[in-house]
Each structure stands twice: as C-alpha cells, then as structure tokens.
C-alpha cells in the first residue's frame, strides 16, 4: 500500500494564480481531510468529505475548493492564492469505524505564494 | 472554546531522561479518542499512541505512555528515557464521536546531549 499520497511536494504560485494540491488514498478509507499547518497554529481542518460525494467545510475554508468524486482521490483547489495562502497542505484519511491509528497523513505539500 | 489545548510551546529535556508534554482537551461526547503525533523537522506526521474514553488502563507503546485523567479531561505524553531522536513537534489530537479530528498547536521537545 502506498498509504496517502500528495502531489506536488513543492509549489510556488504567484498571487492570483490557480492551483491543484493532489491527495490520493489506498486503503478504501470513507474519511478525508486537508489541513494547513502555519508556524504557532497547529493544523487546522480546510476541508473534509466523509465519502464519496459528500464534502464540508471545516475551519478554514475561505479560498478553496474540494470535491470527491471516488473514494481514492480528494483533490483540494485553490481559485485564486494569496500570499495568506502560504503554508504546509496536509491530506489524511481515516476509516469510518475510528480505528485506534487516528489519521494517515500524507508526505505534505508546502505551498509559497508570492 | 478549544477542543484541544497545549500550553508548552517549547520544551526542553537532557537526555536519558524523561519529560511530560501536556495536553487538556474538551468535548462533551462520551466516546472519543486521543492521539499524540511526532512531527520531526522532515515534516512527516507520526502516529505515537492512542487512549480511547473508556479504556480503564493508561495507554503504553514502548517508551511513550500517556497519562490519562478523564476527570481532569487531561491526555499528557510521558516520554521515557528521552533519545536526541526525539527532539520534534509533538501534536494532541481528539476524534469526537463524528469521526472529526482536531488538533493542538503542538509542542516544540528539543532533547539536549
């Protein structure tokens, strides 16, 4: 299994550009999420779906975009960045029944804009 | 309110010796679960341990234990016999029972030689 996955590692936009941040899970888990980490403020909940078809908004989530097509994939878009934007994008998943592993975290993709 | 609260933005411990991190949470539902993650300078998230709200016993995986006061609503992470290694950011995090996480804002444990 390759767990959770998150493309690109890296990304520099400019202010105004338009992006996609990738995630992709294997493990057929109903639950996913994208959190932004910024120094001070822990992680905090953008976005999560709790299946196929189904998104919310969690704590954050001015300025971006998901959807959830398939079970494997939640790919998070941000419509206009700004340099707010800038931080570590986080996508984890969970099964639905809790487990006592908490959330599967991908490798994170740190997003600089200018 | 805070669901969870870290009040140690940095801490520091010798080696070999052992260093508590402290976590309080706050949440309503009877059942939720409590989870420490590592976070080294590579940035990946490291699941340690796991308490759940009615397990009787402290939760233990080797040298991380958490200590459990479910009156107090207090989750800390005791860390024995502290190793260079473990210097990184340490996160308390709470599954409610909707299955929605949430996180502290981390505690920065820098182990000194």
């Known amino acids: 299994n390759a767990g959770v996955t998150q493309t690109p590692k890296f990304q520099v936009l400019k202010t105004g550009q338009s992006m996609t941040l990738q995630c992709a899970q294997d493990?057929?888990?109903?639950?996913m999420s994208w959190y932004r980490q910024d120094p001070g403020m822990g992680l905090r909940l953008i976005h999560y779906s709790v299946g196929a078809g189904i998104t919310d908004q969690g704590e954050v989530p001015n300025g971006y975009n998901v959807s959830r097509s398939t079970t494997e994939d939640f790919p998070l878009r941000l419509l206009s960045a700004a340099p707010s934007q800038t931080s570590v994008y986080f996508c984890?998943?969970?099964?639905?029944?809790?487990?006592?592993?908490?959330?599967?975290f991908g490798p994170g993709t740190r997003l600089t804009v200018t | 309110a805070q669901k969870i609260t870290q009040t140690q933005p940095g801490m520091f411990v010798q080696e070999k010796e052992a260093v508590t991190l402290d976590c309080t949470y706050d949440t309503s539902d009877p059942s939720y679960g409590l989870f420490w993650y590592k976070q080294p300078s590579s940035g990946e998230m490291i699941f340690l341990i796991y308490q759940g709200s009615y397990d009787q016993q402290n939760a233990t995986e080797g040298r991380y234990s958490l200590n459990f006061q479910k009156a107090r609503k207090s989750a800390n992470l005791v860390i024995s016999a502290s190793q260079l290694g473990d210097s990184a950011m340490y996160f308390c995090?709470?599954?409610?029972?909707?299955?929605?996480?949430?996180f502290g804002t981390g505690t920065s444990l820098t182990v000194i030689p």
């Open positions: 995090a709470m599954r409610e029972a909707g299955n929605q996480f949430y």
């Open positions: 984890a998943s969970n099964p639905s029944g809790g487990g006592v592993l908490g959330q599967y």
């Open positions: 493990m057929n888990h109903e639950y």
